[in-house]
């Protein structure tokens, strides 16, 4: 196993740019970067790693790789394109196939760059929490959710949505985009539902159950089509409550559907929830690491969605360093 970090560019709306965030990973002991696309459910929150306003270029990802090479370090992966590249593939819209020709392109030039995963997500309402962040221990802040509070949301998308539809829609771009993957060499993987409820603004949000991971690995039963696997979402899933977490590391990762790791905690599974410190929430993390040692996962492990303290910067250098080294710690003992 190996040791990461998770960010976005530095169009992050004036956070920590790029160069500082690979200088910063490589001086806390990362080996591997994965690079982010932020998906906000408006228009306006939404950038990526590179430009392009419906695919992305070659020459653009071999300069991004080159970039974070440049550091000593690993570009693993990339995680998510802007939603408005495939929201139509999502919701079977008119333009559908339009953008299922553009992913394709988009997902042979990730490949051709060597960068070895893709990862996305299929939530076209974006990623949903409370609006406030939640207090926790002396005064520290983290982010919440209570689905309560979010059930009377206006329609994201114009029109209720059923789940059957929308697994329709997920089904039709699993069994196209698989074997472009295989040709290509390169794996994707899918992002649970954040927050792992049934619907919200009237969009389902299909992977928010072990049941539903195992319904999409075997639409085609490949080791292209996987699991980006939000640790922290997965342990908020209601079926992952008591040994539901450990089974569903072991289940898929004894299957190599598992790319790689959110390493993070939450405070219970199912809703409401809160994000906690990595090691103060309901998952037993060394457990989680035990397993994900026996079952031979070699991929990286990155920290996730860390608490707001005193003086820490917006992308939270305090709380990536306090994960990265309880990361760090665990590896050292168990993956020796």
Not at 210 to 231: G, H, M, W
Request: aromatic content about 10%.
């Amino acid at each position: 196993m190996r040791l990461g970090f998770n960010f976005t560019n530095e169009t992050n709306k004036g956070d920590t740019p790029l160069e500082e965030l690979l200088t910063f990973s490589a001086q806390y002991g990362a080996t591997d970067i994965v690079l982010q696309s932020y998906t906000g459910k408006a228009a306006h929150e939404r950038f990526a790693v590179v430009p392009g306003d419906a695919n992305w270029e070659l020459y653009d990802l071999v300069a991004l790789r080159k970039r974070v090479e440049s550091h000593g370090l690993h570009l693993e992966a990339l995680e998510n394109v802007p939603s408005a590249f495939y929201d139509q593939i999502m919701l079977g819209g008119p333009k559908r196939d339009e953008q299922i020709e553009n992913m394709i392109y988009t997902i042979r030039n990730i490949a051709r760059a060597g960068i070895p995963i893709f990862g996305y997500n299929w939530m076209p309402s974006g990623v949903w929490r409370n609006s406030e962040n939640a207090p926790h221990r002396a005064g520290t802040r983290v982010t919440a959710y209570d689905h309560s509070r979010h059930v009377d949301e206006p329609l994201t998308h114009g029109r209720v949505y059923t789940e059957e539809e929308m697994w329709e829609n997920l089904e039709y771009w699993i069994r196209i985009i698989t074997p472009v993957a295989e040709e290509e060499g390169i794996r994707i993987g899918i992002h649970p539902a954040d927050p792992p409820v049934d619907s919200v603004g009237g969009v389902p949000r299909l992977l928010n159950s072990f049941a539903a991971y195992k319904r999409l690995t075997e639409i085609v039963d490949s080791p292209s089509n996987a699991i980006e696997f939000c640790q922290g979402t997965i342990s908020e899933m209601a079926d992952a409550a008591g040994e539901g977490i450990y089974d569903m590391i072991r289940y898929f990762g004894e299957r190599k559907k598992i790319l790689y790791v959110h390493f993070r905690n939450v405070s219970n599974a199912g809703e409401p929830f809160v994000e906690e410190f990595i090691n103060t929430g309901h998952v037993d993390m060394v457990r989680a690491l035990k397993i994900y040692k026996e079952i031979g996962f070699d991929g990286v492990l990155v920290n996730d969605h860390v608490p707001i303290t005193t003086g820490d910067t917006a992308w939270g250098h305090q709380g990536r360093a306090y994960a990265n080294g309880y990361i760090q710690a665990l590896l050292d003992v168990f993956d020796d």
